[in-house]
């Protein structure tokens, strides 16, 4: 292995290390498993076009805390600029039921930039996004306008919230995470700003994800993880609530 493969590699496990070391989490953390079904359509270099169906449910919860299931769908529509640089456009739609009595539905506009770090992105005959080295470091920013609308006569809300997510994947078996047969690492940590302190338990939180991937081909792609959520009041405040989720994802790509 070479010299720059292994300081890659130093810096993907130094990398893991900081973003699962041991955190407070509260006595009884809730359990979820999400899915992902992401399909997208790479129209040119340029433009992406998608759609994320992501069902998720809470399996287990302290005594006392309902139950709940959510169904969102988000279309999308990226747009690459230049070598280092991709804008994101999503909407989210979204049911939820909260409790027996109580169901609310999102709508969720989403606008953010990605910014590849270490690893631009080269030109060739083929439509898809490649990076240049076994490790990429990428960061995702996005700012959504949240809108919540209820079943009840619970007072609808609105509310503008920043995020902003750290990604690191490592190809394992192959020389690049777009190389056909690659199994890869990849962890992540996101915090989420609320511009104010609405009335609502997961809006101010960091999400840390953990995985494994694997693609199969251009067409297919496979991931799991482990995801834990830490959620608290304001930004000023201690995290109180704790989530730990299984969440896979399979993606097809045309």
């Known amino acids: 292995m070479s010299w720059t493969k292994r300081q890659d590699g130093v810096a993907a496990c130094a990398f893991v290390v900081l973003l699962i070391a041991p955190v407070a989490a509260s006595a ?3 359990t979820q498993i999400w899915a992902n079904f992401n399909f997208d359509w790479v129209r040119s270099h340029q433009t992406t076009l998608g759609v994320d169906v992501e069902p998720k449910v809470l399996v287990s919860a302290p005594a006392g805390d309902p139950g709940w299931a959510t169904f969102d769908v988000i279309p999308s529509f990226e747009f690459t600029r230049g070598l280092w640089l991709d804008v994101v456009n999503e909407l989210l739609v979204g049911r939820t039921k909260q409790t027996d009595d109580l169901d609310s539905t999102e709508v969720t506009p989403r606008f953010g930039l990605r910014l590849h770090i270490l690893s631009n992105l080269r030109t060739s005959l083929e439509k898809e996004k490649r990076p240049k080295k ?8 996005r700012v959504e306008w949240r809108n919540l609308f209820y079943s009840t006569d619970k007072p609808n809300s609105s509310t503008v919230r920043f995020r902003n997510r750290v990604e690191l994947l490592w190809a394992i078996n192959r020389g690049r995470i777009s190389d056909n047969g690659a199994l890869y690492l990849q962890v992540d940590d996101e915090w989420f700003w609320p511009l104010d302190e ?19 081909s251009s067409a297919w792609r496979y991931e799991a993880f482990f995801v834990l959520n830490r959620s608290r009041k304001s930004a000023d405040a201690s995290f109180t609530d704790t989530d730990y989720v299984a969440e896979v994802t399979m993606k097809r790509v045309w």
């Open 198 to 216: 609405p009335d609502e338990r997961y809006a101010n939180k960091e999400r840390t994800r953990s995985g494994l991937g694997y693609r199969h």
């Open 28 to 30: 009884q953390p809730d």
């Open 134 to 141: 076994r490790l990429v470091l990428r960061d995702l920013a």
